[in-house]
């Protein structure tokens, strides 16, 4: 197939006057998780309403849905007590997890403060979310995502969400499933809402406001709505927890099979400490270490010899925030008006101000940190160190100057340059017009739109540091006066250099803090046009009933562009390096559905309908071909109450700009060298091969003790890669839907998904790519790929791992939901209604082919992957007149930390096992099990309730509040640093709430 044939197929719809946007005209459907209402056909004369829902352009009952589809009413979102619409997502729908939100992208470069989600754990970039139907402009140069705290909270009418993959009727980005956020629609007359809340422990405030006006006009032909939000949200600083003030740097002790924490004393068992003696520090303290740390400054004591860095270094864990503060504005206007009775106009406008402000620790360097240089003319890159101190350098005391050789070494943290400040700002604008009716009597709907969005972001990076201005201000001498210190070189001081002084406390002078200061600002740019139809109706009426179908197009072209300073890139700031990119894709779609009843009111079956649809796709990228995504599914009900569901999907996902094109930007990543621990001696898995590189052996001959210790800042850039093709999906899903007559109210679903991602674009996490590069058949060298994207400094220590994309073998996900629903009338008491949904996954596993075959990593039940088997959810809710009331629980199953751990802790008990039947007297008798690996269940509970007054005039007034988390389960205790593969901030992780525990909440809602 070609490109000419897509041209042909675009041109054959639109003179066929079969028009498709890729949208559904929403309307209310009944909310229940997975679509659990099944109800007995039409077999007489009343008729079914055909309505729009998340998942086809066909217009059907809500109850003839082959496709599994969850869904969330604005009353269950109320019930959340949370202001961001994903994390009430999260929070809610077992199936879907955290992207980014504001308690774990405190490292992240581009996306702190995002609120984004991630369906089946298959990647933010694999779950594509809609707003009414329609894309949207994308919030991050990372992804195509949408950051869901840009739509304001009261436009929301409710969230549909389908599973498995869509990109037959959505297209590429569809292959985890669909999050339709779909808005207000008919609601008439003003409310307004505030709500507060705060963790009863302390910290993490919030307020929210949000307005809402509805209005019909021009003797009903028109209708207007307009929504406003404003949030903001207080974060909450580690000063707040008590467990945040202990810090915590775990290691397993492989000799002694005991749970150590780093002390004053060095690592120590556990079991013969207390928390108040753990210590997690650095020589990057405020005063300076010099020397090899034979001196240091003390706050009290001043230059004194003989530092230890647990007892006298810098503990920066009190700077890293557990919530990131953060504030929105988001405004919407929605307006329809008849042109004519078949014709209606609507418009659609959204704008959103997001602002967050995350602060850490002050800039940290020593004489040999290596930062990126680049030239502004060429572009070529290269690493620049701040280098040591000459003994002639008039700041220099002259106790040190006196031990000193030719130069002097040093280590400190830059204070008085300020903490370091990253500030996002984010505008974005999302509109689109259209028009919409019917044609040939009222039988088929068409709708025709043009859509325009843009996002931009100004990111300020405060307080960073010039290393070229460093280390101008570094080589000081006395001018010829013999009193005034100034810079050495000439050239620096024509261009203002300031001599400084890292000796001591508060030693460098504020003008001198501004000279190294450095400021970097990276601006994004985003745009996205598009432009659909649809036409849809019935075709034509076979024995069992009428086939109905849907036609169209869509064109679409998204550009961005990545700009930072190119002079502030050429002075070697100490921020994650973003370089500058930009680029487009243009693509060009046509599609079509259709709907065709296989059986009617057959003898012991009520119906069977086969759904199938098809999309062709054009994109501009050259590596990929033309694409065609297509989908099958049966829906059968045999009697009444009972259905059977089927669905086969072929979906794909194009790669985005970023992918392709993006040269390496700076990120950090968790990773442990494969070579720490080496001697000369050590027979590890890849030490033979780390021994080769001449840096870790000078390590090795360097230290007390003869081992080379990791000490690596897990800087990990990750990088686009232009020979990337488009990922296919292979999806099936089968369910089965029980609303049985016998038992009225009750609602039950039950779908397995099987998802497999074939050329699966994703990165090599850096444990494999060290495992890949020193442990496989290929040897350590030039010839091993892996080895390339590694780099070391002159002391062996790891600067850099490059992460790359790669068009992966596989990517599997495979599981089952199951939801359940019951309503039970309590007479003159109200009512009743239970509800429980659970995801409970089988496999979730990536394939790739290294040096020695096939390699398979599995992610099920990893904290590290943020991959939990079981997730559940549960609620009861007693309504009786305007009183409601709702308990809610939140389940999370067993993880471990990590499987290479797992792996590493067996093979080790066996060992020792091993010697104890042997009678080695070095056998550890009692072997202690290895402390955070293992962690058990996670539940909490909800209380709320709401209470609606009866005023008896124009306007009613709704209390609510409510308890989240109420006997305050703050999560397993997760280290901040050590042999843990998954970090934790302020001992606390982001799976289990990340610090914030028993929050109360309440608000008032008035409707005019």
Known sequence: MNKQKLTLAIQAAILSGTCVMASAQEVEVQSTANTVQEAPLATDNKQVEKIAVTGTRIKRDSFSLATPMMSMDSEELEDSGL????????????????????????????????STIDLRDLGTDRTL??????????????????????????????????????????GSDAIAGVVNIITESGKTGFDIDFRGGQSVEGGAREFTIDTGYGADFANDRGYLYFAASWDREFGLDPSERDRARYESS???????????????????????????????????????????????????NGLTEGFVEERDGFNAEPYDLLKIPNDKLAVALKLDYD?????????????????????????????????????????????????????????????????????????????????????????????????????????????????????KQEQ???????????????????????????????????????PINIFGYNSITPEAADYIRANPIIDTDISQFTLGGYMAGDLFSVPAGVVTSAFGFEYRKDEQEVHVDSALRALAITFNDVPNFKGDVTVKEAFAEASVPLLSNAEGQQSLTLDLSLRLADYSQKNIDLMASYRAGLLWQPIDG????????????????????????????????????????????????????????????????????????????????????????????????????????????????????????????????????????????????????ITRDSEGQITQIIQRQFNLNEETARGYDLSIAYKYDVE?????????????????????????????????????????????????????????????????????????RVEDWEELKAENQALLDAGDPDA???????????????????????????????????????????????????????????????????????????????GAEIRF
């Not at 994903?86 to 995002?114: C, E, R």
């Not at 405060?462 to 810079?487: F, M, P």
């Not at 659970?838 to 394939?847: D, F, K, L, Q």
């Not at 309504?879 to 809610?888: E, K």
């Open 83 to 114: 202001g961001e619409l994903a994390d009430i997502l999260v929070d809610q729908i077992p199936s879907i997890s955290a992207g980014s939100s504001n308690t774990n992208s405190q490292s992240s470069v581009q996306n702190t403060g995002l």
């Open 129 to 170: 979310t809609l707003i009414d139907g329609r894309r949207a402009v994308s919030n991050s140069y990372s992804g195509n995502y949408i950051s869901l705290s840009t739509i304001p909270s009261s436009m929301v009418d409710r969230v549909e969400i389908i599973s498995g993959g869509a990109s037959a009727i959505y």
């Open 250 to 300: 775990y290691d397993y002790n492989t000799s002694k099979l005991c749970n150590e924490m780093n002390t004053v004393d060095g690592d120590q068992c556990m079991r013969d400490i207390t928390p108040d003696d753990w210590r997690e520090r650095s020589d990057n303290t405020p005063g300076g270490t010099f020397e090899g740390n034979d001196w240091f400054y003390h706050p009290e």
């Open 339 to 455: 042109l004519t009775d078949d014709i209606t106009a609507k418009m659609h406008l959204q704008y959103s101000d997001n602002h967050s402000v995350n602060t850490k620790a002050p800039e940290g360097q020593d004489y040999n940190d290596d930062e990126l240089l680049v030239d502004p003319v060429t572009g070529e890159s290269s690493l620049i160190i701040p280098g040591s101190i000459s003994p002639d350098n008039p700041y220099v005391p002259d106790a040190i100057r006196e031990t000193a050789g030719s130069s002097v070494s040093w280590d400190r943290s830059f204070n008085e340059v300020g903490d370091i400040v990253n500030d996002n700002q984010r505008k974005t604008l999302r509109t689109y017009f259209g028009l919409q009716g019917t044609a040939f009597d009222g039988e088929w709907d068409w709708d025709l739109s043009v859509g325009y969005g843009k996002f």
């Open 460 to 498: 300020r990076r405060s307080n960073e540091i010039s290393i070229v201005k460093l280390r101008n201000a570094l080589n000081a001498e006395y001018a010829d006066d013999g009193e005034t210190i100034q810079c050495a070189d000439q050239s620096a001081r024509d261009d203002g250099c300031v």
């Open 642 to 789: 009972y259905a059977l569901r089927a669905n086969y999907a072929r979906a794909q996902r194009a790669p985005n700009i970023t992918e392709l094109i993006s040269p390496p930007r700076g990120d950090y990543d968790s990773f442990t060298d494969i070579c720490d621990g080496v001697t000369l001696t050590s027979d590890d898995p890849g030490h033979d091969a780390c021994r080769q590189d001449p840096a870790i052996l000078a390590g090795i001959a360097a230290s007390e003790d003869g081992v080379f210790i990791d000490e690596n800042t897990g800087y990990s850039p990750n990088a686009g890669n232009e020979d990337l093709v488009e990922e296919t999906a292979d999806t099936y899903t089968l369910g089965i839907t029980m609303s049985p007559e016998q038992l009225e109210g009750l609602q039950l679903a039950i779908d397995y998904y099987d998802i497999t991602i074939e050329d699966a674009i994703t990165q090599i996490p850096n444990a494999d790519i060290l495992r890949e590069c020193y442990d496989s058949t290929v040897a350590y060298g030039a010839d091993n790929s892996f080895c390339g994207d």
């Open 828 to 900: 003159e008491w109200g009512s009743l209604t239970f509800k429980a949904d659970m995801n409970h996954v089988i496999e979730r596993s990536t394939s790739f082919v290294g040096n020695d075959g096939l390699e398979t990593n599995d992610y099920n039940g990893e904290l590290s992957s943020g991959v939990f088997t079981d997730r559940a959810t549960a609620s009861i809710a007693w309504r009786y007149d305007n009183l409601r009331i709702r308990w809610r629980t939140r389940y999370k199953g067993s993880v471990v930390d990590d499987f290479d």
């Open 924 to 1002: 550890i008798s009692n072997p202690e099990t290895p402390y955070y690996l293992y962690y058990g269940s996670y539940i909490t509970h909800d209380l709320s309730f709401s209470y609606r007054m009866d005023t008896q005039q124009k306007w009613d007034l709704k209390f609510y509040g409510g308890v989240r988390n109420l006997f305050n389960n703050l999560g397993p205790w997760v280290p901040n640093t050590g042999d843990n593969t998954e970090s934790g901030r302020g001992n606390f992780n982001s799976a289990y709430g990340g610090g914030v525990g028993r929050f109360a909440y309440a």
